[in-house]
């Protein structure tokens, strides 16, 4: 069936640390791949997507690969900042939008 | 900036009252959702349309109902809130028919408390 698997948080690290968060799906076909950002007491935003297997999505700082061989779309960032502490969703839409369970990265200065 | 707006952003409401989450999108889409997102931050389909006049049951069996009579407008209703329905309600619109490439846009979020 259609499923996004996210790992599990909280992730906690210092600033200026590297990240990964990593995404596997299972889909029918070759979706978009979308990377959301909620930050506390807010709605989903948009952080990134990639259309097509190995499109990068990048936006402030942040990047994600669409592996179709792997079925993943890992997010990174090189140098977290205090303010990147939010919670992440990994999804795709297939008639419906599929969202991971999120993961909640706490960056400490 | 997103243009989908949900009223009220917090509600406080005692058991048994009637209440109504209002969504609004300004971006003509015929795709609408409300999401539940428990405390675990994990989100629920709990209702969705393909546009006016189309209202389906999510994922998540919920006792709220909707409605869709203008493209632009979404609400929720409880009849009769009770305490389980205490959560953060996320409302978000979507293009509807350009295959899988449209992302969704969310509203700020209703958070309900049932007292």
């Known amino acids: 069936g259609n499923s996004v698997t996210q790992m599990e948080g909280p992730v906690t690290l210092s600033e200026e640390a590297f990240l990964t968060i990593n995404c596997t799906y299972t889909?029918?076909?070759?979706?978009?791949l979308f990377w959301y950002v909620q930050y506390p007491g807010e709605g989903l935003q948009l952080l990134l997507k990639?259309?097509?297997?190995?499109d990068k999505g990048s936006n402030k700082g942040f990047e994600a690969t669409y592996r179709k061989e792997t079925t993943s779309f890992h997010l990174e960032k090189g140098s977290v900042q205090v303010s990147d502490s939010a919670v992440y969703f990994c999804?795709?839409?297939?008639?419906?939008?599929?969202f991971g369970s999120g993961t909640k990265l706490n960056v400490k200065p | 900036e997103a243009d989908i707006y949900q009223t009220p952003r917090y509600l406080v409401i005692g058991t048994g009252k009637k209440i109504t989450l209002e969504c609004s999108q300004t971006?003509?889409?015929?795709?609408m959702y409300w999401y539940q997102q428990d405390p675990g931050m994990e989100l629920h389909l709990i209702h969705y349309?393909?546009?006016?006049?189309?209202?389906e049951k999510g994922d998540l069996s919920s006792e709220s109902t909707v409605s869709r009579i203008r493209t632009e407008h979404f609400p929720l209703t409880l009849e009769s809130a009770r305490p389980s329905h205490t959560s953060q309600y996320l409302c978000?619109?979507?293009?509807?028919?350009?295959?899988?490439?449209?992302?969704?846009?969310f509203g700020q979020g209703t958070r309900l408390t049932v007292v």
């Open positions: 978000a619109s979507s293009e509807y028919g350009r295959g899988t490439n449209t992302e969704a846009f």
């Open positions: 889909a029918t076909g070759y979706p978009s």
């Open positions: 990639a259309t097509k297997a190995d």
């Open positions: 999804a795709y839409n297939f008639n419906k939008f599929y």
């Open positions: 971006m003509g889409h015929d795709k």
């Open positions: 349309s393909y546009g006016v006049n189309s209202t």
